[in-house]
């Protein structure tokens, strides 16, 4: 399990500062360089060399640089791939909508409109695939970039946001990090090590040592350290000798330093709260997590809601700190409860055409962080995690659970994704089959999932997930007279 500190460098003197931006202007340019030779098919063996020696980086600073240009390309090439198939779904969605003989005028007219927008898109994303090119890329921001045409910023502003990291990959055999080397001194400070592309007489480069702070926060009342010690962290990892990444980063005037490491290689996570005991199922939902605890026989026993609306609209580094907040109470009732847990293996593409309202929520739906974080902070406490297949929980809770149970929406989901990390079928209930399938042999040949899409549709069709809500015992024959 890889995680990245984020420590930074309080005192740089303008000597340093001088030293610093040269050293950016140099490798942001040499990965400039290799980006547009790679596209032009020359080979990243020839190309390391032209750029040691047209730059004045040494070989590894070189490699580095060609190193992050092939991988910005063939990022490049997955995304282009991914937005052609998203596009392609979406017109023949649209192409579906437009077949049916009850659409008003206006509402065809629009569609039409949209399915022109989306073919000249998937138009253009094919060119790229056929011609083996990728869209133009704007090394600064496309945001920035814009603005300088127009004269908004400087030239100097866009210089610097064009020419502002180094980055450097770990080496065992070498320390760790031959470029951008962690070390400490004899009363334990610890201090950023760089390699600078100066040489002297002797051939050899200059390296410069900066104070580099690892985060360590402590507390003004006990003294003690709140939160994770990454100094700690970071200065355990330094006697294994194991690799390590860094990426200098110049911000505002201040320079950050990213530090990766495996922690795996430092720290032993054993699951001391499995599945034995029961299974609490985690809901991810935009305003925080619904989960559900279940025995190992699949039998409900108890569900909570942590809630955050403050999630929806906070800033970024709030809503981090929110979801580091919600992935603590989680592991906390796991840990009260003794049992594993069971989250959804969500996959959000955007091949889909949806609402202006939808479209927002999707948006702010920070699902990834919350499901990472939450990951995270699971095996860190020795808690099992099981990722299941998220299709129809919601659903399936809603018709079979809710009522049953007295659960809310989100709640019966999380039962759904409990079950399902057990392996548990979710048959339907008999009396639906009996109220709203009047072909039973067709629809017992029906998959698990495909018979949930059947009684999905047919209760769609009469009002929705609101209409069954409030008339269920009406729709059943349940209703007394």
């Not at 180094?166 to 070390?183: A, E, F, H, Q």
């Not at 999380?414 to 548990?424: C, D, N």
């Not at 009002?463 to 009406?474: E, H, L, V, Y």
Request: hydrophobic share 35%; with cysteine; glycine share 6%.
């Amino acid at each position: 399990m890889k995680i990245t500190i984020r420590a930074f460098l309080p005192d740089i003197s303008e000597e340093v500062d001088e030293i610093l931006s040269d050293m950016m202007i140099k490798f942001c340019s040499a990965l400039r360089y290799s980006f547009k030779r790679l596209l032009e098919s020359v080979m990243p063996n020839d190309l390391e060399k032209i750029v040691a020696a047209k730059y004045g980086l040494n070989i590894r600073q070189a490699k580095d640089a060609v190193e992050e240009a092939r991988q910005t390309i063939a990022s490049q090439k997955e995304l282009l791939k991914l937005n052609y198939d998203n596009y392609t779904k979406k017109v023949k969605a649209i192409e579906k909508l437009l077949a049916e003989d009850n659409l008003t005028e206006r509402k065809r007219c629009a569609l039409q409109k949209k399915l022109e927008k989306r073919r000249r898109k998937q138009a253009y994303y094919k060119g790229f695939i056929e011609t083996g090119t990728i869209p133009p890329v704007v090394f600064g921001t496309k945001e920035l970039f814009i603005k300088r045409c127009k004269g908004e910023i400087t030239k100097e502003v866009w210089q610097a946001a064009r020419n502002n990291r180094i980055y450097s990959r770990g080496d065992k055999t070498k320390g760790g990090n031959p470029n951008l080397r962690i070390v400490i001194d004899s009363d334990n400070q610890t201090y950023l090590e760089i390699s600078t592309p100066a040489r002297t007489e002797t051939n050899r480069a200059v390296k410069i040592q900066m104070p580099v702070y690892l985060p360590q926060k402590l507390s003004k009342k006990t003294g003690k350290i709140n939160g994770r010690n990454y100094r700690s962290i970071m200065l355990d990892y330094l006697k294994t000798g194991e690799a390590y990444k860094v990426e200098l980063i110049r911000k505002n005037r201040r320079y950050y330093c990213h530090i990766t490491i495996d922690e795996t290689k430092i720290m032993e996570y054993k699951p001391l709260c499995t599945g034995h005991c029961g299974i609490a199922g985690v809901d991810t939902n935009p305003d925080g997590f619904a989960v559900t605890l279940i025995n190992k026989d699949g039998n409900y026993k108890q569900s909570v809601y942590f809630k955050q609306p403050e999630l929806q609209y906070a800033s970024s580094n709030r809503r981090e700190n929110l979801c580091g907040e919600l992935a603590k109470k989680v592991v906390n009732y796991a840990l009260e409860n003794e049992c594993a847990i069971a989250i959804e293996n969500l996959r959000f593409s955007d091949d889909k055409d949806v609402s202006r309202k939808f479209s927002r929520i999707k948006h702010q739906f920070i699902y990834r962080k919350l499901l990472t974080m939450l990951e995270t902070a699971c095996v860190r406490a020795g808690i099992e995690v099981t990722k299941v297949k998220p299709q129809f929980t919601s659903k399936i809770g809603l018709y079979k659970y809710c009522h049953q149970f007295g659960l809310y929406i989100h709640n019966a989901a999380a039962m759904v994704v409990a079950r399902r990390a057990y392996g548990y079928k979710e048959r339907v209930p008999q009396i639906l089959k009996d109220k709203l399938i009047p072909y039973k042999t067709s629809f017992e040949k029906k998959t698990e999932w495909g018979q949930w899409a059947i009684i999905h549709n047919i209760l769609k069709k009469k009002g929705g997930t609101g209409f069954w809500i409030q008339n269920r015992k009406q729709i059943l024959g349940l209703e007394k007279s």
